[in-house]
Structure formats: C-alpha cells, structure tokens
C-alpha cells in the first residue's frame, strides 16, 4: 500500500526566505512519481514539480526544488525566495506501479512581509 | 482552452436525495479522477478511471458510483446522500503513457453540503 505522510500543519517563513516543506512516503513499488501541488485561498490544484524514482538528479521547477532522499523515502520541497504570493496549501503525492495518485494531508504555508 | 469542466460549482442536499456531479475534459486524457476534500485531511481518491469502459475503486469509494461510457465524461453519483458526504469534490485527469510525468489537471471543484 502506498502512503504519503506530511508532518507540518501550518508553516511560517519570511519573505524572500527559503523554506523547505517535509514530505515521507511509504510504497513496495520500485518504479514510482512524487509530485508537488499547490493550492491557493482560491481553491484551485496547481502542479508545482516531479521526481521520478529513478531520476538521478533532484527536480527544480524555477524557485521550487525537490530534495529526493530516496534511502530515506523523503521527498521535500524547497521554495527559494518567498513570496507572499507562495502563502498557500502544499501537497505532497505519490503515484506507484498503480495509476492511482495518493495525496498527503498538506502543510499550509503563510509568507510574512 | 476548457480543460477540465465540473458542474455544479455549489449544490446543497438533503439527507437521502440523489445527484451527480458532473466532469467533462477536452483534452483526451485517457485517465480521470474523482477526489474528495475534507478540511485537515487532504485530499482523498473516491474513484478512477484509465478509459472508457474501465473503473475502479479510490480510498473512498463508499456512497459513490461513477461510470465512463465516453473518454471525456466522468460523471459521480450520490445515490442517497448523507450529511459525512459534506465535502469539495475535484474531478481530475491526465494523459497516460510514457514517463511517470503524469501531472494531473485539476476542475475548479463542486462544494457540496448535504443537510
């Protein structure tokens, strides 16, 4: 069975500060996705990044990138640079040999000016 | 572009009547999805779809049915709604093959209450 489990509620980061939301994730899949989405107060799911288990180098999508620790079965995201505009929900997913995508429950980020 | 089309935006039930959420996608994904989202738990896959013809059961499936007679309609049925069926609704789909990219497109969401 798959699992994706994300340990922060809420976050707090200052603006044009880097924060890092931590993501763990449990399958038996060898081959297996990890993805990043972000929902604003406005509802809707945007794709933020990607990691693919077998990529040999961590994800980066402009100011967001992805620390894989694959041994450690962590999938953290980094945003460099907060904006107040990053102040949001985050979710963390995973999708394994099945097609099914499974999401964690979320950290809610808040930049501060 | 249309994307991925839910209707209704907003619905209020009472305990018991039936309804269905629609989705439609023009994008000819092959794969769709329908999500539930309940405050602190993220969001939880009810049902899903690899093609016409072909479904299968999420994490919550209960209290649910969908169909797909088409590529683009996926449409999920509350056959006698209950207040714990309270909750956002996200319809999503995506193209399959390849890598495992597989970034999911995301409908604006149908929130509904049932009393």
């Known amino acids: 069975a798959q699992k994706i489990t994300q340990t922060q509620p809420g976050m707090f980061v200052q603006e044009k500060e880097a924060v890092t939301l931590d993501c763990t994730y449990d399958t038996s899949d060898p081959s297996y996705g990890l993805f990043w989405y972000k929902q604003p107060s406005s509802g809707e799911m945007i794709f933020l990044i990607y990691q693919g288990s077998y990529d040999q180098q961590n994800a980066t999508e402009g100011r967001y990138s992805l620390n894989f620790q694959k041994a450690r079965k962590s999938a953290n995201l980094v945003i460099s640079a907060s904006q107040l505009g990053d102040s949001a929900m985050y979710f963390c997913a995973m999708r394994g040999s099945s097609y099914k995508l499974i999401f964690g429950s979320g950290t809610r980020l808040l930049v501060r000016p | 572009n249309a994307g991925v089309t839910q209707t209704p935006k907003f619905q209020v039930l009472k305990t018991g009547q039936s309804m269905t959420l629609q989705c439609a996608q023009d994008m000819n994904h092959e794969y769709m999805s329908w999500y539930r989202q309940d405050p602190g738990m993220g969001l939880r896959l009810i049902h899903y779809?690899?093609?016409?013809?072909?479904?299968d059961q999420g994490e919550v499936p209960n209290g649910y049915n969908v169909s797909r007679s088409t590529t683009e309609d996926f449409p999920l049925r509350l056959l006698s709604a209950a207040p714990s069926q309270t909750s956002v609704y996200f319809c999503?789909?995506?193209?399959?093959?390849?890598?495992?990219?597989?970034?999911?497109?995301f409908g604006e969401g149908s929130r509904l209450t049932v009393l």
């Open positions: 999503a789909s995506r193209k399959e093959g390849g890598r495992y990219t597989g970034e999911l497109f």
């Open positions: 779809s690899v093609g016409a013809g072909i479904t």
